[in-house]
């Protein structure tokens, strides 16, 4: 053995801390010996799945169930489970938490209430099989016993386990990943999700990877246009501009330069859980928001070259983003006015500010029969918004609200075939566009719209920035704003 | 006539397997969408084994293509549903593929003297000794003529 254990790591290795414990040291030192780690590091946050649990996984008619409901993770739990003395680690400083997946667990039932349990009239309807609800229910006391907080969410680090700069987490959530290291300064990988269920129950993890100073540099700069950096508005913009980012960095670390001042949480998350699918390490450097660089030169790791390679993001790249993910999956009718049969928000979950906003557009307004309009947000976010008055309105106007659950971690693809999707979420089109359904990427005024009146029809904004500079220049700019805000 | 050719890398994953080797030259991911969980059949379009069962082979690929849940939908094939691949064997196994060979139990190589993607042939019988991670493993690789 070449890795260096500290004296309490050496110890959970040899069993004197149950054997819970050695089982998972047993697997993390193999681990680092293998990616040539040379310590571990201690963790603060470890982001994973809750199980299905299930007594018997190879009873033939749970087995075909867990094929269409298990994304493969819940077995690793089991001889955790069979382990009398398990409990995750225990320090106070480390929180080992949970992803959305299926169902908010006391609305299984309630009719119509969200992406687990809705009718759609004369095209079908869906409900998560009863057994797998209970088995995740079981999956998720059994969490709960050995000290997991479920947080079901993907943005725990907005509200509920903040890591500060220079700390050390494991996430498997590749949009929280990249958030933890670009606005929050704490170092992650998008680690694999074996490793993170034996993180939690020794609160460590080989240091590789992103763990690893010189493995953050960036790697060449993108720079907006100034067009951009003043005209973005709406989670739809910011989403499209961090996969322009991405794009053009080509899979590499890079320094984003030239960006708007002043941008909150809502943008921050987009940017960053869009660039995240389309590179390996989840890691930005957004500079006057990434802490670890407050210059290029630190943005480089002191590792600059003299003239670094550089590529520009302008308004035609956002547009272009745009159009693209609306024809990966294009939506039925005439571009101007497309029928929808869901519209939802909140992928990664909503920021309260974002439920403000929808609670603020929904005002007044009745979403139209037969649409579902899905308003999907974590859990202090949800309470909030019920405290505050907003998701009365959005219920009062028939949508829903809800929490712990990610629309595309239900299955989907069993869903009623041939429904329209509105969404203002990249990542939605992304990894939704091979089940079957028809995707409409936009913004959320638009979206809200679409909801009320039954059809998507593109903005005013958007007929402007979608027309060529030269007819441009002879337009006025359209406003139309709600809350400071204008959006596509 | 039987050729021979032994080959010396480095555990990335420990253990012991012998099978029939599955030559992919693209990058190949793990997840249920790359490879099916259920049949444990790829389904990575494009991938030069497209439409093969990886059940019981000893899978050769350059290094991992995609989602970070491709270790535990390896390991969801390995222990769950007996579809899974022997081993793996890659120029480079990156580090979402430990993860998963390390929790399958499966032994995994990479850092071998020659490159083996082009050295190893679908077909060829193969097997692998990698006693521990880290450390050197050996592939003998056997071909009927």
């Not at chain 1, 254990?5 to 819970?20: P, V």
């Not at chain 1, 493995?215 to 003043?230: H, P, S, T, Y």
């Not at chain 2, 579809?83 to 390390?102: F, K, M, N, S, T």
């Amino acid at each position: 053995m070449t890795m260096k254990l500290t004296q309490y790591q050496q110890e959970m290795l040899d069993g004197k801390h149950g054997e819970a414990k050695q089982f998972c040291m047993d697997k993390l030192t193999d681990f680092g010996e293998a990616v040539e780690a040379e310590e571990m590091v201690p963790l603060v946050l470890t982001l994973n799945g809750v199980p299905i649990w299930a007594k018997d996984r190879r009873e033939p008619k749970m087995a075909s169930k867990l094929a269409v409901y298990d994304l493969g993770h819940s077995a690793l739990y089991d001889p955790l489970f069979a382990m009398k003395d398990a409990k995750v680690a225990d320090h106070e400083c480390t929180k080992c938490g949970s992803d959305p997946y299926m169902m908010q667990l006391d609305k299984y039932d309630v009719k119509d209430s969200g992406p687990w349990n809705f009718e759609i009239p004369g095209k079908g309807s869906f409900k998560i099989d009863e057994e797998i609800h209970r088995a995740y229910q079981d999956g998720y006391d059994k969490m709960a016993q050995h000290g997991w907080l479920n947080w079901l969410s993907c943005t725990p680090y907005f509200n509920t386990c903040i890591p500060k700069m220079g700390e050390y987490c494991a996430s498997s959530e590749s949009s929280a990943a990249c958030y933890i290291n670009t606005i929050l300064g704490a170092k992650t990988n998008r680690e694999q999700a074996v490793n993170t269920v034996y993180c939690a129950y020794t609160g460590c993890l080989p240091k590789y990877g992103m763990l690893l100073e010189e493995n953050r540099a960036a790697k060449c700069i993108v720079e907006l246009d100034d067009e951009v950096r003043d005209n973005l508005e709406g989670v739809a913009d910011w989403a499209a501009l961090g996969a322009c980012i991405a794009e053009k960095a080509d899979n590499r670390i890079m320094a984003v330069t030239n960006l708007p001042k002043m941008m909150g949480p809502t943008a921050t998350k987009q940017i960053v859980s869009c660039a995240s699918p389309g590179m390996n390490d989840p890691m930005m450097h957004l500079m006057g928001y990434t802490p670890e660089s407050p210059t290029l030169e630190a943005a480089f790791k002191g590792k600059m070259p003299k003239n670094p390679e550089r590529a520009r993001v302008t308004m035609g790249d956002i547009i272009e983003m745009y159009q693209r993910l609306n024809n990966l999956m294009p939506a039925a009718g005439p571009d101007r006015a497309k029928p929808v049969d869901i519209v939802i928000m909140g992928c990664p979950h909503l920021t309260f500010e974002e439920v403000r906003e929808i609670a603020q557009r929904l005002k007044g307004k009745k979403v139209k029969e037969g649409v579902k309009l899905w308003v999907q947000t974590d859990t202090p976010s949800y309470f909030m918004a019920h405290h505050y008055g907003d998701a009365k309105i959005i219920e009062d106007a028939g949508g829903k609200i809800y929490h712990q659950t990610c629309m595309v971690m239900t299955p989907m693809r069993h869903y009623p075939a041939g429904l329209t999707v509105a969404t203002d979420s990249f990542k939605y089109v992304k990894l939704g566009s091979g089940f079957g359904q028809k995707w409409i990427f936009g913004n959320p005024e638009a979206l809200i719209n679409a909801a009320v009146t039954g059809v998507f029809t593109p903005t005013a904004r958007w007929d402007y920035w979608s027309q060529p500079r030269d007819v441009r220049q002879t337009l006025a700019m359209p406003h139309v704003g709600i809350t400071g805000s204008v959006s596509a | 006539m039987t050729q021979t050719i032994v080959l010396t890398g480095i555990a990335r994953s420990k253990g012991k397997a012998a099978g029939e080797a599955l030559v992919n030259r693209q990058r190949l991911g793990w997840a249920f969408n790359a490879v099916g969980n259920e049949d444990g059949v790829v389904l990575q379009p494009g991938a030069d084994i497209e439409g093969e069962c990886v059940g019981g082979k000893i899978v050769v690929y350059p290094t991992v293509h995609g989602s970070t849940s491709g270790a535990v939908s390896l390991y969801f094939k390995c222990t769950q549903t007996d579809h899974g691949p022997a081993a793996l064997i890659c120029r480079e196994v990156h580090y979402i593929d430990i993860g998963g060979a390390i929790a399958s139990g499966i032994p995994a190589v990479d850092s071998l003297d020659q490159d083996p993607i082009e050295t190893i042939k679908t077909g060829d019988w193969v097997e692998i000794d990698a006693p521990k991670v880290g450390q050197k493993a050996t592939v003998t690789i056997t071909r009927k003529g």
